[in-house]
């Protein structure tokens, strides 16, 4: 048997909406580590987007070492793969790898390459690395090994060289767990990666970097010889990758946007039976901070200042300090240009800022209504419309002139207009 705790996107030093979240990042990692303690896991992986971009401060860079030397100090049997997300640097992260090793912190930030001679007088050619990207985790007991994790990072277009990049994601994923079965015939392989998979579901307005167009969907089925479980960064919901019963995001570890507000947040908790059977169960985390939307119906509201001065009053607490809390829940407050002038926006403003709260931002509404593809929610404010992909513009303008959508044909030559222009 072989257990794993499975996390990715953590986004260290990530701002939200102006504001320092290393304590929030801290309170996760403190409780992670309890976690670990908790459940006694073989292999604690991270896959991708440690950090939220690739120049980090030292502030963030302290925090995950700290937390990387309190877990090697209290669980020496650990072992722990990370593997770099796009918004990592490869090189930084791989920087610490030899020390990093004598801990059993396999990191992995971009994939190497070998020089393979040509037979029978034929050329030479620079071919990926895959055995550098196979991890084995041992036994202690029987002196063999129990499984191997395959870790692959963010793949960039100079690694994902094919006719497409989702293609190109595809078939290395498939070569990389062909080598590691021909490597560790009968055990088991787990795959940490970072992929925008075909199916994933997205918040409207989320702040996920997905390319337009959706050209770097990478599809997993019709894969009879994948992994005996596949973990991966990227995609922010918790939810199964695509329609398979084998792969999995564990999700972000804080919410990202006021649009993953009701997102669940933790890591998934892997055991990799004797018999090939595979259990998943998500360890819930509640974030240090709430989000919270006032009203609570959003944009789709009327309220006068003196119902939202009650409803603020409900939902706040008094502060009790100078300062907020370390608990105190951020706020996105939405008025309505109709019932409320500047002055009294002001006032309502400030009646937040003087509760234990933080105001992350108010998003003045009007009537102007903009509907979006699914015909559900709508654009009301300047945030949303700049927010849109530019493709997501293009096929609104067409369905609003000519009620109906774009043919795949519109579409493919639209995105790769879009791709052109850069």
């Not at 969907?217 to 596949?230: A, I």
């Not at 929610?377 to 009620?403: G, K, N, P, Q, Y």
Request: contains cysteine; aromatic residues 6%.
């Amino acid at each position: 048997m072989m257990k794993i705790i499975a996390t990715a996107d953590w986004h260290l030093g990530n701002m939200f909406h102006g504001n320092d979240r290393l304590a929030e990042q801290a309170h996760f990692l403190s409780r992670l580590l309890e976690m670990l303690e908790e459940e006694r896991p073989d292999v604690l992986v991270v896959a991708g987007d440690v950090y939220d971009n690739g120049n980090p401060s030292a502030a963030a860079q302290t925090l995950y070492y700290e937390f990387l030397d309190s877990v090697t100090a209290r669980l020496p049997g650990l072992h722990i793969v990370i593997t770099a997300g796009n918004h990592d640097s490869p090189n930084r992260l791989e920087a610490p790898r030899p020390i990093m090793e004598r801990h059993r912190v396999h990191i992995r930030g971009k994939v190497g390459r070998r020089w393979e001679p040509g037979e029978n007088d034929a050329p030479g050619r620079w071919v990926n690395d895959y055995d550098d990207l196979l991890i084995p985790i041992p036994d202690d007991e029987s002196g063999g090994v129990k499984g191997v994790i395959a870790a692959v990072p963010y793949l960039r277009s100079d690694i994902a060289v094919g006719d497409s990049y989702a293609e190109a994601v595809r078939s290395f994923m498939k070569e990389l767990t062909a080598r590691a079965r021909e490597l560790y015939p009968g055990r088991p392989v787990v795959m940490a990666a970072h992929l925008y998979a075909t199916g994933s579901v997205i918040a409207p307005r989320s702040s996920e970097r997905i390319i337009v167009g959706g050209q770097e969907q990478v599809s997993l089925s019709d894969w009879p010889e994948h992994p005996e479980y596949l973990v991966s960064g990227h995609i922010h919901k918790r939810q199964r990758l695509g329609a398979t019963d084998w792969a999995r995001y564990p999700g972000s570890v804080l919410p990202m946007s006021f649009a993953e507000k009701d997102y669940r947040h933790g890591v998934d908790l892997v055991t990799l039976a004797n018999d090939g059977t595979v259990e998943v169960r998500q360890l819930e985390y509640a974030p240090q901070r709430q989000l919270l939307i006032i009203p609570e119906e959003g944009p789709d509201t009327r309220h006068t200042p003196a119902q939202l001065t009650r409803i603020i009053k409900s939902m706040l607490t008094e502060r009790t300090s100078d300062l907020p809390d370390e608990e105190a829940p951020y706020v996105m407050l939405y008025i309505h240009q109709s019932k409320i002038n500047a002055d009294k926006k002001r006032e309502i403003e400030e009646l937040i800022a003087s509760r234990n709260a933080v105001l992350c931002g108010t998003q003045a509404v009007s009537d102007t209504v903009v509907h979006t593809l699914d015909g559900g929610d709508t654009l009301r404010t300047v945030e949303d419309i700049l927010e849109r992909s530019v493709m997501d513009t293009l096929e609104e303008a067409f369905r609003m002139r000519h009620e109906r959508d774009l043919s795949d044909r519109q579409r493919e030559m639209l995105t790769n207009l879009l791709e052109k222009l850069g």
